[in-house]
Nanobody, 122 residues
Framework: VQLQASGGGLVQAGGSLRLSCAASGSISSINGMEWYRQAPGKQRELVATITRDQSTRYADSVKGRFTISRDNAKSTAYLQMNSLKPDDTGVYYC?????????????????WGQGTQVTVSS
């Protein structure tokens, strides 16, 4: 199971970006999907989560500005980022919890995307 993150770039403060995270592989089911970010010199932090039934949670720092969504048919999650600030700069990673079947037995796992750079200029 692999995740491919895309959509990062350079944007001015106040601008918007939309990140995508597409899963591929022999996936039986993808459960929770999450977006994290890591700013230079800082620890990776959780930005937003979404369950399979579309329940969402956000870090306080992005509430009201970011929206996480997913398309289960496409095994893809999105992060719409509006009103971007310089503090939003960092590498954004997606993660997913999944279930695959091995010899008829369900096996749970977690995988990460490669990260996409978001840079917000002031």
């Amino acid at each position: 199971v692999q995740l491919q993150a895309s959509g990062g770039g350079l944007v001015q403060a106040g601008g918007s970006l939309r990140l995508s995270c597409a899963a591929s592989g022999s996936i039986s089911s993808i459960n929770g999907m999450e977006w994290y970010r890591q700013a230079p010199g800082k620890q990776r932090e959780l930005v937003a989560t979404i369950t399979r039934d579309q329940s969402t949670r956000y870090a306080d720092s992005v509430k009201g500005r970011f929206t996480i969504s997913r398309d289960n048919a496409k095994s893809t999650a999105y992060l719409q980022m509006n009103s971007l600030k310089p503090d939003d700069t960092g590498v954004y990673y997606c993660a997913a919890d999944y279930i695959i079947f091995q010899d008829g037995t369900p096996v749970a796992g977690r995988t990460w995307g490669q990260g996409t750079q978001v840079t917000v200029s002031s």
